[in-house]
């Protein structure tokens, strides 16, 4: 049988790892995603901004030129992204990180379809897992509006790397702090509830002997509280018992005496016709009988 404090403690640390392990997991998605919509709303603002100064210096941004390219790569490098022009049937005009030329079509990209399906959008983003770079990226996309059509699509790109570095580091540092903390609570914890079934254990103890007609047996160290309570509750009940067994005992005794100082003899039999009881001169009655 298990002791009781083990299943306290069993109890106690199974408790602290569920909420080291949700707090993990919510704490790295809260932060997750606060990063990702604060990163989301720079680079429709960046996007916008780009779109804007590009407009008034009468840039053609539906045509791949030299001024253009130089003004995306500089934009890129500031925003530390990728920077994507993409005309209105989904072909690529421009990118900072590749050839326009050797990328395919845009137009099934989720951010670009989802900008090409419906006009009223402002902005569009997706988030995905990179097959080439290994890690996740988010690609917002801001429409380019020119006499109330659209002409094209800038879209910003970032990598998530750093983020998800951070998560990870995050959950390292939790499950670090986590061991370190089950640890102490497993320490406390073991101490609290040691304290707490000890007299449980002693109590437990003593009714066991009582149970073995020890009678004598007693609750020494009396606790505080309801575990005292019950430790007085204990003792009182040895003393009673133990009262109530030399007050039998002595009455046992004086039964025996006036049985043996009988001149009559005394037989007891019970319902299966056997003798539980006989004094000498039921003995001697029935001697005088067998030898006559």
């Known amino acids: 049988m298990t002791p009781l404090w083990r299943k306290l403690v069993l109890f106690f640390c199974s408790i602290t790892i569920v909420v080291v392990v949700v707090l993990g997991f919510f704490s790295a998605t809260i932060i997750k995603h606060n990063y ?6 720079q680079m429709i603002q ?8 590009l407009s008034e210096t009468g840039t053609d941004l539906t045509k791949e030129n030299k001024a253009l390219t130089t003004v995306l790569v500089k934009d890129a490098s500031l925003l530390d992204s990728r920077i994507t022009l993409i005309d209105a049937q989904g072909k690529v005009i421009n990118d900072t990180d590749e050839p326009a030329a050797t990328m395919t ?4 990209r989720p951010e670009i379809k989802a900008l090409l399906t419906d ?3 402002a902005s569009a983003s997706d988030q995905r897992q990179s097959k080439s770079l290994g890690y996740g990226m988010l690609y917002t996309a801001v429409p380019i509006i020119e006499k109330g059509e659209l002409v094209g699509i800038i879209r910003v790109a970032v990598s998530l ?4 570095k951070a998560i990870v580091q995050l959950q390292l540092s939790l499950i670090v702090v986590g061991g370190l903390l089950v640890l102490a609570s497993t320490v406390v914890i073991i101490l609290m509830v040691r304290r707490i079934t000890r007299p449980i254990t002693t109590i437990t103890a003593v009714t066991q002997g009582l149970a073995e007609k020890d009678y004598g047996q007693r609750v020494m160290l009396l606790p505080s509280g309801e575990i005292g309570e019950l430790a007085k509750s204990v003792n009182t009940l040895g003393e009673k018992l133990q009262k109530n067994v030399t007050e039998i005992h002595v009455k046992e005794l004086r039964l025996a005496g006036v049985l043996d100082n009988l001149v009559s003899g005394v037989l007891l039999v019970n319902t299966k016709k056997r003798i539980t009881l006989a004094n000498p001169a039921m003995f001697q009655l029935i001697e005088k009988k067998t030898t006559a």
């Open 105 to 108: 079509n845009h137009r099934n």
């Open 36 to 41: 990702i919509e604060n990163r989301e709303q």
């Open 46 to 53: 960046s996007a916008q901004l780009m779109i804007a100064n």
């Open 119 to 121: 006009s009223r959008l």
């Open 161 to 164: 790397q750093m983020i998800e």
